[in-house]
Structure formats: structure tokens, C-alpha cells
């Protein structure tokens, strides 16, 4: 195991790197780094110190107090136009000074969604080396700008947004919300997308003894700073970590990009970590959001049980529960050769030691290694019918092409300008044929930087691969034009995914069928900011499901699943959590009527709503509740189960209760005490087994 050798290694790694000249960011000269190598400063611990963005904010006030009594080296912060102390540390007016004064090598972003962006923006120019963003809602074309501005420079590693953070439980280092009690200091590292999946992959491996290392949050946004392969990148070359985990969901290419790294590195290395992972949302429906911001799967991508395969395939041992990483975990490491019972020991004699460093020398370039679904109905939707006024101006910019009201012939072309979520940045989508069976297979992205636009190169290859390059001259020049307006549109006009089916005439024409058109637009960007309202007003909510437009006016987010067989209520805290639960319910042989998630900022009244929203479905024979505290509270859960009970009228329906977490044993003893028909369960494999049995009854 490590001991001083390891430590004097890491410190003389981070000398070598403070003597290295790096590039300036925002550097238009070729760089010698990239963002890239900014994975390195990931590798938080004792010696990180740590600022605040909206230091002097209530949000940001009791997390640093919580944060300073873990242990975590802050040493100040920045809210703009105030100087003097808070919390007997250093307030700055600005980021230049606390650059300057403080000397930080991370920073806390806890800033409003709406001037979020331009703080990353503003720490990426004060060059601070880690930047951890924790608020939901931001933007998407905001994020976009701050990713295009990254890949100019080499200084700076953004964590986020919509993250619980990063935190290095042997260094006591913690910067962003995590539930504290759940960590303790060991050998796990852990990349999640999911906060409350995280929490209860934590909470296991700790109960197991195994504590972690370091653990990420990649976070749940459609783009992340951070991605999973920048997390194994770390975990491989870490000391402290003996083995990963990985936890997924629906959504993107993050483990697609994982399983591919992963399948190298169990090739190339004599004896690897054990990784073990699980993916949320294998039941999840196709088109649905699933809580997160970036929980859908677009056109060319993976949905959750194929992304599951791709994983094992690359041979990793996959996990259906969060609750089961710690047995698993010990098994792997033993089966791996690994001494487990010293790993545990040293696990406990870490308590009080401290060792990771922020700045370390990244490796040579030559050392690096190489790394069919319906359309996401994410934020507003607009019909077909509602399409033509919004598009026309930038439809006009491309002559020639006309909107044609028919449906696509068989012999089609797809084009699509969205996201492409590995590359961090917009793209263009290109298939060959229309056909939805053929589109997984046959898409293709081409990204682009999103403050340019597609260039000439970048057109011409799209065109090739939607075989239009033997199309008429006419054709090709409309449809480079068409690429152009479109990617104008998509950004101009915030959207997250601009597609349709495009054909050529009997005139040798480009005609763009308006049946086929999906326009979907940025709802943080009008929730957030107001922005866009023209578009937004737009918005039919008539034409949406009663609860779950019902549920959004009081912060839940509720799905309804539309099998005719189900009939289980959900109700859950955190998407990733809430898209396991329906999982897990089906490995046990129930069938959820829906999703439900009742968010991070869930009271005993939002709770007394999600179960007024279960309840209006005539399916549910039974209700489950299913609660990890990490930002929420177990006591007032079982408050609000309560509050149900007294002023919901309830049917006779049996509810069964799981509550782990923060305040978890004050949270069952109400729960225990009640006087009420509730059944109270700690583990989860009880629970789902016992709502299964009442569910069949």
C-alpha cells in the first residue's frame, strides 16, 4: 500500500509540473497541452486549496462551514463588489485578487444558474486548475460557449455542471454538496453521473470497509466538463485506488467511451483494477427525459441496456444495484490477487492522513491512450404545424430549398444539427437514409466548434456521408446552404436538437419535408434567463400529460409509464435513483406505473403532492417509497409520508418504506412509530421483494 515512498513520488510529480511553462489559456497559438491534460488536476486532497464563487451566498455559507469542519483546505472566496472576511477567511471582489492573494488550485462555482456560466467563464481566465460547478438549469448554449472556450487552453479542468462535485475522502477534501456521513477514506474510486445512485454506491462500499479514494460526479447535464474517461484516466494512475467504479445512465456516449478505454486498458495492463458498474434506465421509455437534463438518447446512440452490454462485454462486472458494489468490489479485489483484509486495514488507518496533490506532470502525448431510438422530447417540442414561423427567416437564408408538406420518401437523406456529448460541442448529424430502424447504425457526427459554425471541410464530409456528393450541383449548394441556416438557427435560437428528412425533387432540388421535422429547444435557457420567449410561449401544454405538467409547478419531475401490466407507484428522491428503482423493480418481478423523482429541495408538502400524483393512476395496487438522504432528509420524508396519510385519501393502498441515508434512523423511527399500514425496510432487495408480493396479490 501507499505510505511515504507514494507521498514524497506525488510531491516531487507536483515540482516538476510547477517548473513546466504551460500555455496561457484562451491561446489562439497552437498549444503544446491541450485540455486534455487537465485531468490531471482532478487529483484533489489535503494540500488542495480551495476557493468560493458567491462565497457570502446562504447556499454556499453552510457548505463551506460543513466542507471547513470535513477538513477541506479552503482559504477564502470571491462575491463581486464585497471585501473584507466571512467565516474568519478572505472575501475578494473579484477572482484576478483572490488569484493573486490566495493562490487557490480549486474553486467552488456556487453561483445561480443564470451567471454561471460567465463565472466558469471568469475562473478559466484566473486560470484556476480545477473548477467544480453544483447548479442545475444552466443554459445549454451557455455550457457550449464555456466547453468551446476550454479547448483553447490547458490550464484549467472543469467539473460539472449540475454535479455534486468531486471529493477525495483520504485527503478529507470536499468541494461541492456530497452527503458527508456517507464517505470514509479508502481504495474505491467512483465516477457517477447520478447523484443519489453515487450516494448509495458510497454508502455501500462503505459499509463494506473498502472506503474510497476519489470519487467524481460527472454530473447529469447534456455536455460535462468532465467525463467518465477523464475519471479512469486518474483512477488508473492513482495509488490509493485498487478498484473503480462506474456508474451510467440512458443518455449520450460516456460509456460507450468508458467500455472502449476500458476494453484497452484490460489488454495492455498485467494486472488491472477490478471495475464494476451499473447503468440506470434500462426500462427507462424511449423519447423521455428522464429527470436529468442529459437523460435521453439521441439518434446514433445506445440506450441503457445496450450500453450495459457494451460494458460487460469490454469485461466489466456489471451491478443491478447500487446497494451491491461493496460485496462485489471485495470479491473482484480478491479474485485480482489482492490482499482485501489489508486494503480494509489501511482503509481504517487512512482516517487522518492527507496526501493527494493538485498538480501533477501529465504524460507524454506519445503515452496517452486512444479512446434504433426515438427522438428525445426534451424541453419544448414544437408540433409540426407550429414549426414554419420559427424557421422561416433561416430557412430564407438557404435558396432553393423548399419546405414541402409531404411526407419523406423512402429514399431520404437525415441531417439533424444536436449535440455531440464526447466531443462537447455541436455537430452536424448525417445519415445516409431517413429509415428510423437504420438510424443507429447509420448516423454520424461531424462536430464543430459552436462560436464558428460548420466550415466548408466539415459540410463536405457530412454531405459525402449522406451520399448527396453525386446529387446535382443545385442539390449540393442547397444543402450546404441548408447546413448553414439551420446551424444559425440551432444557435441563435438555443435549440438542443434541429433534425428532418431531406430529399432531392424531380427538379433536382433539396426539399426539406416538414412531416419529419422535430425542433427542440433549451428549457433552462427560458427558465433560467427568460430567454426565448417568443419560443416558449409557444408551448401546449393542453396537449401534455396532466400530472406531469402538474408535478413541474411544484419541482417534481413525474413520468408516467404507459404499460397496461403496471402497478407499482414510485415515488423517489434523485433521477438516477428513481430510474434504478423501476430497473430493480423489474428484476423482481414488478412493473412501475411511473417514474417520479422528487428532486433535492423535496419538503414534506412535495412529498404529500408526488403522492397525490401516484394516486390519481387507477393501476397502483401499491405504493414504494424509496429514499436516500443525501441532500434530503430522511426525517422529513417520513414526515411527509405522514402528512399523506393525514390528507390524502390513500384508497386502502399499501405503502412500503425504505429510508437510508442522512437522518435514516430518525426517518424509520417516525416511519416505526406512526400508528400507521406503513412497512418500513432498510435494504432495498427486501423492499422491492415485499412491494412485488403485495403488487400480486
Given at each position: 500500500m501507499a505510505g511515504s515512498r507514494t507521498k514524497q513520488l506525488w510531491l516531487a510529480a507536483s515540482r516538476s509540473l510547477n517548473s513546466r511553462t504551460r500555455t496561457r489559456a484562451f491561446s489562439s497559438s497552437p498549444a503544446?497541452?491541450?485540455?486534455?491534460?487537465?485531468?490531471?488536476?482532478?487529483?484533489?486532497?489535503?494540500?488542495?486549496?480551495?476557493?468560493?464563487?458567491?462565497?457570502?451566498?446562504?447556499?454556499?455559507?453552510?457548505?463551506?462551514?460543513?466542507?471547513?469542519?470535513?477538513?477541506?483546505?479552503?482559504v477564502g472566496g470571491v462575491t463581486p463588489?464585497?471585501?473584507?472576511?466571512?467565516?474568519?477567511?478572505?472575501?475578494?471582489?473579484?477572482?484576478?485578487?483572490?488569484?493573486?492573494?490566495?493562490?487557490?488550485?480549486?474553486?467552488?462555482?456556487?453561483?445561480?444558474?443564470?451567471?454561471?456560466?460567465?463565472?466558469?467563464?471568469?475562473?478559466?481566465?484566473?486560470?484556476?486548475?480545477?473548477?467544480?460547478?453544483?447548479?442545475?438549469?444552466?443554459?445549454?448554449?451557455?455550457?457550449?460557449?464555456?466547453?468551446?472556450i476550454l479547448k483553447t487552453q490547458s490550464k484549467s479542468r472543469l467539473v460539472g455542471a449540475n454535479a455534486p462535485g468531486i471529493i477525495a475522502p483520504i485527503g478529507y477534501c470536499r468541494i461541492g454538496f456530497q452527503p458527508l456521513p456517507t464517505f470514509a477514506p479508502g481504495h474505491i474510486g467512483i465516477v457517477a453521473k447520478s447523484g443519489t445512485l453515487s450516494y448509495e454506491t458510497v454508502a455501500s462500499i462503505t459499509r463494506s470497509g473498502l472506503g474510497q479514494s476519489l470519487c467524481i460526479g460527472m454530473g447529469g447535464d447534456i455536455i460535462a466538463g468532465t467525463n467518465m474517461v477523464d475519471a479512469l484516466k486518474v483512477f488508473e494512475q492513482d495509488p490509493e485506488t485498487e478498484g473503480i467504479v462506474v456508474v451510467g445512465e440512458v443518455g449520450g456516449r460516456a460509456e460507450e467511451d468508458a467500455a472502449e478505454w476500458i476494453r484497452d486498458y484490460l489488454k495492455r495492463t498485467p494486472n488491472p483494477k477490478p471495475i464494476a458498474a451499473l447503468v440506470g434506465g434500462i426500462h427507462a421509455p424511449t423519447g423521455r427525459i428522464m429527470g436529468h437534463a442529459g437523460a435521453w438518447a439521441a439518434s446514433g446512440e445506445m440506450l441503457a441496456k445496450e450500453k450495459y452490454k457494451v460494458l460487460q462485454d469490454a469485461g466489466v462486472t456489471m451491478v443491478d444495484h447500487p446497494e451491491n458494489f461493496g460485496g462485489v468490489l471485495k470479491t473482484l479485489l480478491s479474485q485480482s490477487g489482492r490482499n482485501v483484509n489489508k486494503i480494509m486495514s489501511n482503509a481504517q488507518s487512512q482516517q487522518k492522513r492527507g496526501y493527494h496533490t493538485l498538480r501533477r506532470r501529465p504524460p507524454p502525448s506519445s503515452q496517452r491512450t486512444a479512446t434504433t431510438v426515438r427522438q428525445q422530447k426534451r424541453g419544448l417540442l414544437l408540433g409540426t404545424d407550429q414549426i414554419q414561423e420559427p424557421l422561416k427567416p433561416f430557412l430564407s437564408q438557404a435558396e432553393g430549398v423548399t419546405l414541402s408538406p409531404d411526407e419523406a420518401p423512402a429514399d431520404s437523406h437525415y441531417l439533424a444539427i444536436t449535440v455531440d456529448r464526447s466531443e462537447r460541442s455541436p455537430c452536424i448529424a448525417a445519415s445516409p437514409?431517413?429509415?428510423?430502424?437504420?438510424?443507429?447504425?447509420?448516423?454520424?457526427?461531424?462536430?464543430?466548434?459552436?462560436?464558428?459554425?460548420?466550415?466548408?471541410?466539415?459540410?463536405?464530409?457530412?454531405?459525402?456521408?449522406?451520399?448527396?456528393?453525386?446529387?446535382?450541383?443545385?442539390?449540393?449548394?442547397?444543402?450546404?446552404?441548408?447546413?448553414?441556416?439551420?446551424?444559425?438557427?440551432?444557435?441563435?435560437?438555443?435549440?438542443?436538437?434541429?433534425?428532418g428528412s431531406v430529399s432531392i425533387d424531380t427538379n433536382g432540388g433539396l426539399q426539406l419535408h416538414q412531416p419529419s421535422m422535430t425542433l427542440q429547444f433549451?428549457?433552462?435557457?427560458?427558465?433560467?434567463?427568460?430567454?426565448?420567449?417568443?419560443?416558449?410561449?409557444l408551448r401546449r401544454r393542453a396537449n401534455e400529460v396532466p400530472e406531469e405538467v402538474e408535478a413541474e409547478t411544484h419541482g417534481i419531475v413525474f413520468v408516467k409509464l404507459e404499460d397496461p401490466e403496471a402497478n407499482i407507484g414510485t415515488l423517489v428522491n434523485g433521477a438516477g435513483l428513481a430510474m434504478n428503482t423501476v430497473d430493480a423493480l423489474r428484476l423482481q418481478g414488478g412493473k412501475a406505473t411511473n417514474f417520479l423523482d422528487t428532486g433535492g429541495k423535496a419538503t414534506s408538502e412535495t412529498v404529500k403532492k408526488s403522492f397525490e400524483l401516484i394516486l390519481r393512476d387507477p393501476r397502483v395496487k401499491v405504493i414504494f417509497v424509496n429514499i436516500f438522504g443525501g441532500l434530503t432528509d430522511g426525517a422529513m420524508i417520513a414526515e411527509g409520508v405522514l402528512l399523506a396519510f393525514k390528507e390524502v385519501d390513500m384508497k386502502d393502498i399499501p405503502v412500503v418504506v425504505r429510508i437510508r441515508g442522512t437522518n435514516e434512523e430518525e426517518g424509520q423511527r417516525i416511519i416505526a412509530e406512526s400508528g400507521l399500514s406503513l412497512e418500513a425496510f432498510d435494504g432495498f432487495g427486501e423492499a422491492a421483494g415485499r412491494v412485488v408480493e403485495l403488487a400480486n396479490r
Open positions: 503544446r497541452y491541450s485540455y486534455e491534460d487537465t485531468v490531471q488536476n482532478l487529483r484533489i486532497g489535503k494540500h488542495t486549496r480551495v476557493i468560493y464563487q458567491g462565497f457570502t451566498g446562504r447556499v454556499a455559507t453552510t457548505n463551506a462551514k460543513d466542507s471547513l469542519a470535513y477538513g477541506t483546505n479552503i463588489g464585497k471585501e473584507g472576511e466571512h467565516l474568519g477567511l478572505p472575501l475578494l471582489p473579484n477572482l484576478r485578487k483572490a488569484k493573486e492573494q490566495l493562490k487557490p488550485d480549486a474553486t467552488a462555482v456556487f453561483v445561480a444558474a443564470p451567471q454561471c456560466g460567465k463565472a466558469i467563464e471568469e475562473a478559466i481566465e484566473a486560470e484556476i486548475p480545477l473548477i467544480v460547478s453544483v447548479a442545475e438549469h444552466i443554459p445549454l448554449h451557455d455550457i457550449m460557449r464555456v466547453a468551446s437514409t431517413a429509415n428510423p430502424s437504420q438510424l443507429g447504425q447509420r448516423v454520424k457526427r461531424f462536430p464543430y466548434d459552436w462560436r464558428e459554425g460548420p466550415n466548408d471541410t466539415t459540410i463536405k464530409q457530412a454531405l459525402e456521408h449522406m451520399q448527396l456528393d453525386a446529387a446535382p450541383p443545385a442539390a449540393m449548394a442547397q444543402a450546404s446552404a441548408l447546413i448553414r441556416a439551420l446551424s444559425r438557427m440551432y444557435k441563435e435560437k438555443e435549440a438542443v436538437t434541429i433534425s433549451d428549457d433552462a435557457a427560458y427558465k433560467s434567463t427568460q430567454r426565448q420567449s417568443d419560443l416558449h410561449g
